[in-house]
């Protein structure tokens, strides 16, 4: 057999590959990784040697089937609970009852070499365990087991979780900030006007590298600017786990008011759980108006500016000429000063992915933005399944720099290929661990994609109802606001105390990409009233794994939606009454208890139920049935007027003439106490 990379061997021997790794460590065979070659005569020898093992592990279960007796004698002995501690030879050979040396010599006999006190797998504790006919029970090594096996990636942003939970060691970074909204409202005239007024105030030549991104001084404080407006990239960088942004500004015309856009913006920047403010553009347009604005966004945004009592910063302001913008900038250091933003100084090292790109010069870059760290030149970083060494980091203002400090934004160059759009970038402690942490990310993502399927509604509520929270999160479009009103007001009408319905998002239109993007974040399930998916939106939403359900009827809408929330509720525990019987005589039999021969009247007695006795009208017991027979044979269920003996659990204390009650529990579904009232006769109208 010509040579073999660990994994393939690993599948050729029905193992596992860490476990593979871990017996050729022992067996003194060096491999780096799974895809490290074995050669074909250390292949040929482990073949062998696993093979002997195979067959002698059938010989053993073929001369157990032979030994029957044995067999009920062995299953009789306890099992042997092991913990993480037992996990060492000798303290395993100690708990199994087995000396270390036997083990040790057993195994060399087989080809395998194990040392005094060496670590072991739980998969080797199980082949020692099941050589000497010992049973195990090591249910929390398993687990254990299962979380090593997850995405490397997963470790590293546990290992931030767990550095952000002691607020002493963080420290105060600049704000990150989005603008959003609507269409022509002014997004890109404000940032414009921002960069080109702050970045001459400090620096000469202005800007010469657009990198997504770029930062500014107010005051001697640094406020970082997204330069990419648009809520459909704000919310992919959020679908991926990058919460990149701290701060959104909400641009409104005052010419024009809240429009569909802005609402879409809105309902983004509230999902991701961000402070916004809003900024009232093009104040010096003669038909402007401010006040009617600021209705507008308590009406249709539930935003309610602070001079109206309300808790929403509020700056009217002028893009094209200025008005105001100092004041913008000043009300978003306040609110980043109250949001009290930190991150952690020096190291660990993690960077949000802007966007990507291959460079004519510099080949494949990504523009990003330092979380947390220090990153520098010669760092290794990984993003996703590509990884690289920084060759070189170019700031906003296009100049190389030796390190970027938290916030900075910066295009990091020497990724070996074009890093995914929006990923988290991490500092890895060298070129090796890079290659590992990418094979192990490229060979889970391939495993998902052969398994990859869309979220169904019913497993969004499967999986609530596994957790505390029970919250189901839509996003609905309709194709009328007369439509969509009806829609949202019915499904308020199912909300219960177990069950709430958050609507992330509702709007009048096709279902686009970004209802996909937004709903992908939120783990939200799309709902259609007379609306259709476009072809991209689709596409996307299989790639996502996000579930779009369109209908033309409203009330089928409600009856589905109704009927999956009713499966979900905790069921109803309704006593049945099966039947009654009396004691006829009482059986003492030694060692086991008395025994109640029983007259069955009417109805039926089943084993797996309940029963009450009387004796003289009084409740004298009440439990489980332990055991049930007709003549000498166990049974399920007796029906009267049969005649059958009873063996009552932990209760011994009857006599003839007591009275039999017999009764089961059934779970009974619940339905929504809040019903979907009937259609009035104008909704019916608005529907045809």
Partial sequence: MARLRVYELAKQLDMDTKELLHELEELGIEVKSHMSFIDEETVNILLEIYKETLDEEEDVTLTKSKEPTKEKVEAKKPPVHITEEDLKLDKFAEKIKVPQNRIIQDFFMKGEVLRPGQPISVSLAKKIAKMY????????????????????????????????????????????????????????????????????????????????????????????????????????????????????????????????????????????????????????????????????????????????????????????????????????????????????????VRAVTIETRLDKGYGPVANAIIKDGILKVGDYVVAGKVYGKVKALIDDKGKRINQAEPSTPVMIVGFEELPDPHSI???????????????????????????????????????????????????????????????????????????????????????????????????????????????????????????????????????????????????????????????????????????????????????SGFVRIYRNGSLVFEGKIESLKHYQQDVNKISAPQECGIKFQNFDDIKEGDELEFYIIKKVPRKLTALVEQPSESEKENEN
């Fill in 133 to 348: 006919d010992v049973r195990l029970t090591f249910e929390e090594e398993e687990g254990k087991e299962e979380v090593k096996l997850e995405n490397p990636l997963d470790e590293l942003k546990r290992q931030f979780e767990i550095l952000y939970q002691d607020k002493e060691k963080l420290v105060p970074r600049p704000p990150v900030v989005t603008v959003m909204g609507h269409v022509d409202h002014g997004k890109t005239t404000l940032l414009d006007y921002i960069r080109k007024t702050r970045i001459a105030e400090k620096e000469e030549g202005g800007i010469t590298q657009s990198i997504g991104a770029y930062q500014v001084v107010v005051n001697g404080k640094k406020i970082t600017f997204i330069d990419t407006p648009g809520h459909e990239v704000f919310t992919e960088m959020r679908a991926r786990g990058a919460q990149a942004t701290d701060i959104v500004v909400l641009v409104v015309a005052a010419d024009d008011g809240v429009m569909p856009q802005t609402i879409e913006a809105y309902n983004h920047a509230k999902s991701a759980n961000v402070p916004i403010i809003v900024a009232i553009n093009k104040i010096d347009k003669p038909n402007a108006n401010v006040e009617l604005t600021k209705q507008d966004l308590v009406t249709k945004l539930n935003l309610i500016p602070e001079e109206w009592g309300g808790d929403t910063i509020v700056v009217p302001i002028s893009a094209r000429n200025g008005t105001n913008v100092d004041t913008l900038l000043e009300m978003i250091l306040l609110v980043a000063e109250m949001q009290d933003i930190r991150c952690i100084p020096d190291k660990p």
């Fill in 425 to 607: 970038i991490y500092v890895v402690e060298s070129k090796e661990k890079a290659e590992e942490i990418v094979e192990k990310v490229r060979e889970i993502e391939a495993r998902e994609l052969r398994k990859k399927r869309q979220i169904k509604l019913e497993e969004i509520l499967k999986k609530m109802q596994e957790g505390e929270k029970k919250e189901l999160k839509l996003i609905l479009k309709a194709d009328t606001v007369g439509s969509l009103q009806a829609l949202q007001n019915a499904i308020a009408k199912l909300r219960t105390n177990e069950i709430d319905i958050d609507i992330v998002h509702a709007a009048v239109g096709a279902i686009n990409t970004s209802d996909v993007m937004l709903a992908s974040a939120s783990e939200a399930i799309i709902l259609g009233f007379r609306v259709k998916a476009d072809s991209q939106a689709s596409k996307l939403a299989e790639s996502e794994g996000v579930q779009i359900k369109t209908y033309t009827i409203i009330y089928k809408l409600l009856e589905d939606l109704k009927a999956a929330l009713e499966g979900m509720l905790e069921p109803e525990e309704v006593e049945e009454k099966t039947g009654t019987g009396e004691i006829k005589k009482v059986f003492k039999i030694h060692k086991y208890g008395n025994i109640a021969g029983v007259q069955v009247y009417d109805g039926f007695v089943d084993k």
